[in-house]
T-cell receptor, first 116, second 114 residues
Framework: NAGVTQTPKFRVLKTGQSMTLLCAQD?????MYWYRQDPGMGLRLIHY???????AKGEVPDGYNVSRLKKQNFLLGLESAAPSQTSVYFC???????????????FGPGTRLTVL | AQSVTQLDSQVPVFEEAPVELRCNYS??????LFWYVQYPNQGLQLLLK??????LVESINGFEAEFNKSQTSFHLRKPSVHISDTAEYFC????????????FGRGTSLIVHP
């Protein structure tokens, strides 16, 4: 199993350009998440999904959109990139506990994005 | 609402010395607790977790953490560290109320010196 994969690994954008980050998981997990990691800030949740066709906002959703058309994929879009979106982006997936809560998360290797 | 505080942003230690990375959380309901490790230029991976049962949980590489409900803490310990333990460590909490989405601390950088 590949686990969680992210495409691309690196990207440089100019301000105002758009792009889509792709996350794929082969573990049949219900839950998927997008985080950004910045120095000294830890991980901040951008958007998440608790099932195919459903998405919800996290802590820092502004400037991002997501879609989960298939259970195994979770896409993160930047419509008009800004330098403040320079970061490392991580995708993760998880499965519910017996009581329906979020269990341990499995992370992808990350995408390093620079916006000039 | 849940929150997580990792009290030390950086912990330098010599090889074979013991180490403790501190994690405190704020929640009034039952919680799940996690420690993740991130090696340079990699994603996070689970080190250990507490869901229920024994308050002392162990990882396969010698780390352990103890859930202390009265002190709302989940400190990570290792009796003897190796150079290879140099990494960023994140504590996360998920509470039973609300959206259940785990909240992460800001991380502690463990630096093991020879």
């Amino acid at each position: 199993n590949a686990g969680v994969t992210q495409t691309p690994k690196f990207r440089v954008l100019k301000t105002g350009q758009s792009m889509t980050l792709l996350c794929a998981q082969d573990m049949n997990h219900e839950y998927m998440y997008w985080y950004r990691q910045d120095p000294g800030m830890g991980l901040r949740l951008i958007h998440y999904s608790v099932g195919e066709g459903t998405t919800a906002k996290g802590e820092v959703p502004d400037g991002y959109n997501v879609s989960r058309l298939k259970k195994q994929n979770f896409l993160l879009g930047l419509e008009s990139a800004a330098p403040s979106q320079t970061s490392v982006y991580f995708c993760a997936s998880s499965y519910p506990t017996a009581s329906g809560r979020h269990n341990e998360q499995f992370f992808g290797p990350g995408t390093r994005l620079t916006v000039l | 609402a849940q929150s997580v505080t990792q009290l030390d942003s950086q912990v330098p230690v010599f090889e074979e010395a013991p180490v403790e990375l501190r994690c405190n959380y704020s929640s009034s309901v039952s919680v799940y607790l996690f420690w993740y490790v991130q090696y340079p230029n990699q994603g996070l991976q689970l080190l250990l977790k507490y869901l229920s049962g024994s308050t002392l949980v162990e990882s396969i590489n010698g780390f352990e953490a103890e859930f202390n409900k009265s002190q709302t803490s989940f400190h990570l310990r290792k009796p003897s560290v190796h150079i290879s333990d140099t990494a960023e460590y994140f504590c996360a909490v998920s509470e039973s109320g609300g959206s259940y989405i785990p909240t992460f601390g800001r991380g502690t950088s463990l630096i093991v010196h020879p």
